[in-house]
């Protein structure tokens, strides 16, 4: 285990699942599973005294180190980590925002690519994570199912035999799983389409949620499709069912990709032209401007339309634009937003100017 604050070494290189290239990652951004758990004859979180809740970190701890999935990983206590730590924790999609805002003793266990995590005294004792680009869900379902195996080995969960896993909300009784993909989709969006797709994904009962996940709303063209049922349907039917609906979703954004770019070539040139000046030429530019601009140019990169800039580069940038990394880049806090949204513009301006450059190289 590397006894550190993680943070340093996160922040100094590309979020992993943005890193790899995944099957459909045009569109799937990313998969991701998490697992609540619980440990036997302990109160659940909430309800829980301090000493209690140090325990379970302790137990936790001493569990997963011989995991071999987990060979190098960091373990760090809430309590050590800053405001602005913990902010790029949730940009980088490692927590949630509820476990960060705790103040009972929590801690937090990442592998050094960021694929999997364990946060441990959130709603519940443990909720494991595993993420990669692209859509992956029986890849992911395979690797956090050894994960949560190991874990079972050395940790008495709690566990029902008629209701399944016990969890702190009701609703994550069962399996305790929460599937989701992240998707792009600027084509349903600009087509107004959107609205159609988001009530048949309900009707499904599946939810449709933004970039962070529940309550947030959706900036940059991106969703988070998800399962709302834990209970009555097995892991393999709910990633199964997922995987047919995403497949579905992604084959209407690529027909209504090309759809405007037959019908309303000069419509799309234009919205991909006009972020793509704002992003070079601007020098003052917003969080949510910055998503909304990176979308458009990520559409514009995906159907060839750019030569000088690869999509690696637009992805870094979804992560690097949000308030918590342009401070770590700053290497100091930045309290008016008006400052960090010169320092944003510039960040991008210069990593566009590097992208151009590396490609004139090459």
Not at 154 to 178: F, H, K, V, W
Not at 190 to 200: G, P, T
Not at 320 to 345: F, M, N, T
Request: net charge negative; proline share 2%; hydrophobic share 40%.
């Amino acid at each position: 285990m590397i006894r550190e604050n993680p943070i340093d070494k996160l922040i100094s290189k590309r979020v992993g699942w943005l890193i790899d290239s995944g099957p459909d990652d045009d569109i799937a951004i990313s998969s991701r599973i998490r697992l609540a758990r619980n440990l036997e004859g302990i109160r659940f979180p909430p309800g829980a005294s301090v000493d209690e809740l140090n325990s379970i970190i302790e137990n936790v701890k001493t569990a997963c180190q011989n995991i071999s999935i987990l060979e190098k990983f960091f373990f760090v206590e809430l309590k050590d980590l800053s405001h602005l730590d913990r902010r790029i924790l949730i940009e980088r999609r490692i927590v949630s925002r509820d476990f960060v805002s705790k103040q009972t003793p929590s801690a937090l266990i990442v592998s050094e690519d960021e694929s999997e995590s364990i946060m441990i005294n959130e709603e519940d004792h443990l909720r494991l994570q595993c993420v990669q680009s692209g859509l992956q869900l029986n890849e992911i379902w395979s690797r956090i199912n050894s994960l949560d195996d190991m874990l079972s080995e050395r940790l008495n969960l709690a566990y029902d035999d008629e209701l399944g896993y016990l969890t702190s909300c009701p609703t994550n009784i069962g399996t305790g799983m929460r599937a989701s993909v992240m998707l792009h989709l600027p084509g349903l969006v600009l087509s107004e389409q959107i609205h159609q797709m988001k009530q048949a994904v309900n009707k499904l009962g599946l939810a449709v949620r933004g970039i962070f996940g529940e309550g947030t709303d959706n900036v940059g063209n991106l969703f988070q499709i998800s399962n709302q049922s834990t209970l009555g349907e097995s892991e393999s039917q709910i990633i199964e069912k997922i995987d047919t609906v995403i497949k579905q979703i992604i084959i209407h954004e690529k027909q209504s990709r090309l759809g405007i770019l037959e019908k309303n070539k000069s419509f799309l040139m234009n919205h991909v032209g006009r972020a793509y000046g704002i992003l070079k030429h601007g020098y003052i530019i917003s969080s949510e401007e910055a998503l909304n601009s990176l979308s458009a140019l990520r559409l514009g990169v995906d159907m060839g339309m750019f030569s000088s800039i690869d999509i690696h580069t637009v992805n870094e940038l979804f992560v690097l634009v949000q308030p918590g990394h342009l401070q770590r880049y700053a290497g100091k806090e930045i309290k008016e937003a008006s400052e960090r949204d010169i320092l944003r513009a510039s960040i991008i301006r210069e990593k566009i100017k590097e992208a151009r450059k590396s490609k004139e190289k090459n």
